[in-house]
């Protein structure tokens, strides 16, 4: 049976102001699917993902994500498309002054959540599903690098997205709490989300294998 696609991009160019990044991206990704994305630093990995969330606009081809045709994709429904999807940074970003707890509960708040009883619903399955049932009144610096980026997972998956984007999620981590990281991502994908996960740690891929694309001299290789 076909896997369903959430990401379709054909004969896709990413510019970078008006500079070429990667020319001729083709790439699929199907639902509950888990893609590694590989490069070295500056070879077009993060500008592909912010094709995906619309901060770079398409030039050409065809580019659609989770039901959105991102070359006719108008401004004011880009919020709207980025609900569909969850990302993931390198340094977590989160709101320092706030708990865990307030940092989950600011984004449902800015993306129009109103009922009182089902955001506290959401805010514990959400902390259960990344382990940190017990840490939703601590504040970002009393946690390890690791459980601040749970955090940021569980921020992410606040809106049932269709979509996972995570860049470099494991960069600031230790090699035990990147571990960590990717097996959860990877437990994320197999709930029907489309997964890809940026990243120069090519010690991940030898202990948890998926399907790898690369980005290099300026196009996208599939490597399996």
């Given at each position: 049976m076909e896997k369903e696609l959430i990401i379709l991009l054909d004969k896709v160019s990413v510019y970078q102001n008006e500079n070429l990044i990667l020319a001729n991206v083709s790439l699929t990704v199907g639902k509950g699917e888990f893609v590694y994305m590989i490069g070295k630093t500056g070879s077009g990995k993060s500008s592909l993902l912010r094709i995906l969330y619309a901060d770079l606009p398409v030039k050409n081809g065809v580019a659609g994500v989770a039901g959105y045709d991102l070359r006719k994709l108008k401004k004011r429904d880009i919020p709207y498309l980025r609900r569909k999807l969850g990302i993931v940074f390198q340094d977590f970003q989160l709101l320092m002054d706030r708990t865990v707890n307030e940092n989950l509960l600011f984004v449902m708040k800015a993306t129009g959540w109103k009922d009182k009883v089902m955001m506290q619903e959401k805010l514990m399955e959400l902390l259960a599903k990344v382990d940190l049932a017990t840490k939703g009144n601590k504040m970002p610096h009393q946690l390890s690098g690791g459980e601040q980026q749970r955090v940021a997972i569980a921020r992410a998956l606040v809106n049932d997205p269709e979509v996972i984007l995570?860049?470099?999620?494991?960069?600031?981590?230790?090699?035990?709490?990147?571990e960590d990281i990717i097996s959860l991502l990877m437990d994320i994908a197999k709930t029907g989300r489309a997964v890809i996960v940026a990243t120069h740690d090519y010690s991940l891929l030898n202990k948890y294998p998926s399907r790898t694309i690369s980005c290099e001299n300026g196009v996208v290789v599939s490597i399996n």
């Open positions: 995570a860049d470099e999620p494991t960069g600031n981590l230790d090699p035990e709490s990147s």
